[in-house]
């Protein structure tokens, strides 16, 4: 019988299958999609916090990535008032702020990983038909008949987890109104491995650095106008987007195709139940303002990997209520006080209110003039 059953073999997924197996564990994934080394694109750009690229560097796939652009500088700006904050490494000693790497490669790179395991079992593409917990052990009957038992099961699949519905785990959500759009933008001016944050009263427009002169955009833009706006022709979506950023990377032109999210928070009220535990995307969606949401998931899969690692060296139960207990209560500040943080960014800027401009103006204010307060802010997005 395996140690651990996981539902879901997306990057959380498949970065705890691997963190679990090197650590010796019998791991079994699950997933509905067939095994693609190479994926088709999806737009999006992965900010990656030093925790995750600590955790990628232990399992071996942080070598494997090609096309890493580090952050050196991150500058935030207000789209309403002139204040802006620049978070920069000499901040904080020890090298860049983060790294960006494409979703697609990240994805590949870590499924290659998987496969390349002994004690990791792949089983797909299937469905969960059934999922069945008892006291002493998880039972999960595939679409395809096979019969799958372990001490334990992880949910890693989604923000519209399945396995955490079937648990009738409570959830606290509310939706944004509002659309990402993502895309990747190339632009004439070098962009100086600076990712940009810029708050707009209708949401935050956001690049990350890629390689060359290319930056990953994320545009949060109320719901209503997301039609208009992917409707354009390259040309006049490049206008627009340089409409709301400026001058600073120079003239913009649209290097990608164009994808759009709905955004919404999705928490549930807890993060464990018999013999199940959420991970990544089933545990906590967020709004990207921050770009923390991956990295918060691979914090989950340290913690979990760490815990499981433990109980297993000591002989213990790898599903029992102490051990999944312990992993609740090492994640959950982490994960409200992200989600909280990101909503009332979102909030706080979304407004044309007087009264809200000049709580912002001295909110910029505290963090540029008070060297501790901007450390801990930095060091908490790094994950460090």
């Known amino acids: 019988m395996p140690d651990v059953l996981i539902i879901g073999n ?19 994934v699950v997933d509905q999609y067939p095994p693609q080394v190479h994926l088709p694109s999806d737009g999006k750009s992965f900010a990656l916090s030093r925790s995750s690229h600590a955790l990628f560097s232990a399992l071996g796939i942080w070598q494997d990535l090609n096309e890493i652009t580090p952050i050196t500088t991150i500058h935030t700006s207000d789209g309403v008032l002139p204040q802006w904050v620049d978070y920069t490494e000499e901040d904080v000693q020890g090298g860049p702020l983060g790294y960006v790497v494409d979703s697609m490669l990240l994805k590949s790179k870590i499924l290659e990983h998987v496969l390349s395991y002994q004690n990791i079992t792949l089983h797909a593409p299937t469905l969960v038909a059934h999922l069945e ?24 699949d989604g923000r519209f987890s399945t396995i955490r519905d079937g648990a009738n785990i409570p959830l606290i ?5 509002q659309t990402a759009i993502v895309c990747n933008m190339g632009h004439t001016l070098p962009h100086h491995n600076q990712a940009f944050e810029h708050f ?8 990350v650095p890629r390689p060359g002169n290319e930056s990953g955009l994320i545009w949060s833009i109320e719901k209503e106008k997301a039609p208009c706006l992917l409707s354009l022709s390259p040309e006049d979506f490049a206008e627009e987007v340089q409409a709301h950023f400026g001058p600073s990377l120079g003239t913009f ?13 999705c928490l549930p009220k807890r993060f464990i139940d018999t013999r199940l535990a959420l991970l990544g995307d089933a545990a906590h969606t967020f709004h990207p303002v921050a770009g923390q949401g991956l990295n918060v998931g691979l914090r989950d899969v340290a913690t979990l990997a760490e815990l499981m690692g433990e109980a297993a060296s000591l002989g213990l139960d790898l599903g029992s209520p102490h051990v999944l207990e312990r992993y609740q209560k090492r994640r959950r ?3 409200l006080s992200m989600t909280f943080l990101t909503d009332g960014i979102v909030r706080a800027f979304s407004t044309q209110s007087r009264l809200m401009a000049r709580a912002r103006s001295l909110g910029f204010g505290a963090v540029n003039h008070c060297t501790p307060l901007k450390n801990f802010m930095i060091r908490h997005a790094m994950g460090v």
């Open 10 to 28: 997306g990057i959380t997924g498949g970065t705890l299958a691997c963190a679990l197996a090197q650590k010796g564990l019998e791991v079994v």
């Open 253 to 265: 032109t649209l290097a990608s195709d164009r994808w759009s999210y709905p955004l919404s928070v």
């Open 133 to 156: 917990r008892t006291s002493s052990h998880t039972l999960v009957k595939t679409s395809q008949g096979t019969v799958l038992k372990a001490p334990l099961c992880i949910a890693s």
């Open 333 to 335: 500040t982490d994960i």
């Open 173 to 177: 959500k509310w939706n944004y109104d």
């Open 200 to 207: 707009l009263p209708s949401g935050p427009l956001a690049f």
